[in-house]
């Protein structure tokens, strides 16, 4: 089963917007972390967040961690095209078992 | 190479085969995670080694379902008797330490059961 829920399912904006999209998740956890996933390149690693940790940056990416609501943020600034992909949130439980959301999807048009 | 890989890319089996996809984890990661991913969703957890040893295999839907990494580099994730609802991509990752850590995935396994 999986634990996160991203919102919006699917955003679509004009490059040089930013875009925000928010994960929800079930239990406590002890790291957060938003991967992107597109046909050329796969599922690749952006960020990771901990669970004593508010906010992160790198370089155009902004997230955001809420642990007494569950939920986290991600936000890309000055969007490009090549920013089109989903994106899943992924939450572990304190266990072996890291669990991926549902996904947004993505489309930065030029 | 630099990366996870996997083979076959691509695996088309008739029901009731038996299928073996293999995964090549970067060198000196210790941790490495399989999954399944359906058109459309998030990955899905399936089973975790650390080395060779299996940790986790909570999320191996069924009995038909089995993996192993016998000398805690390459894995192999076998699927027995094959049903149409195995057909799904699967994915690899592996990481330094456990999921503390960002995990580097592989390209996937597409695999299609008619």
């Known amino acids: 089963s999986q634990q996160g829920e991203e919102d919006p399912q699917a955003l679509s904006i004009q490059e040089g917007e930013n875009a925000t999209m928010n994960c929800s998740y079930k239990?406590?956890?002890?790291?957060l972390q938003w991967y992107r996933q597109n046909s050329g390149r796969g599922l690749v690693h952006l960020i990771l967040?901990?669970?004593?940790?508010r906010e992160k940056h790198s370089g155009r990416l902004r997230v955001t961690l809420d642990t007494s609501k569950k939920s986290s943020s991600l936000l890309i600034t000055a969007s490009r095209a090549a920013d089109t992909a989903s994106y899943f949130c992924?939450?572990?439980?304190?266990?072996?078992?890291?669990?991926f959301g549902t996904g947004t999807s993505l489309t930065v048009i030029p | 190479g630099a990366g996870v890989s996997q083979s076959p890319r691509y695996k088309v089996a008739k029901r009731g085969q038996d299928v073996a996809l293999r995964c090549d984890p970067i060198?000196?990661?210790?941790?490495l995670f399989w999954y399944q991913q359906a058109l459309g969703q998030g990955p899905e957890f399936l089973t975790y080694?650390?080395?060779?040893?299996?940790?986790?295999k909570s999320g191996l839907p069924s009995d038909r379902f089995f993996a192993e990494r016998p000398e805690g580099s390459v894995s192999t994730l076998k699927i027995q008797r094959t049903q149409q609802e195995d057909s799904a991509v699967y994915l690899c990752?592996?990481?330094?330490?456990?999921?503390?850590?960002?995990?580097?995935f592989g390209p996937g396994t597409r695999l299609t059961v008619l």
């Open positions: 080694f650390q080395n060779e040893a299996q940790l986790d």
């Open positions: 060198s000196g990661h210790v941790s």
């Open positions: 990752a592996s990481s330094l330490v456990g999921h503390y850590n960002e995990q580097f």
């Open positions: 967040i901990r669970s004593n940790e």
């Open positions: 239990t406590s956890i002890n790291n």
């Open positions: 992924a939450t572990d439980e304190g266990s072996n078992q890291f669990y």
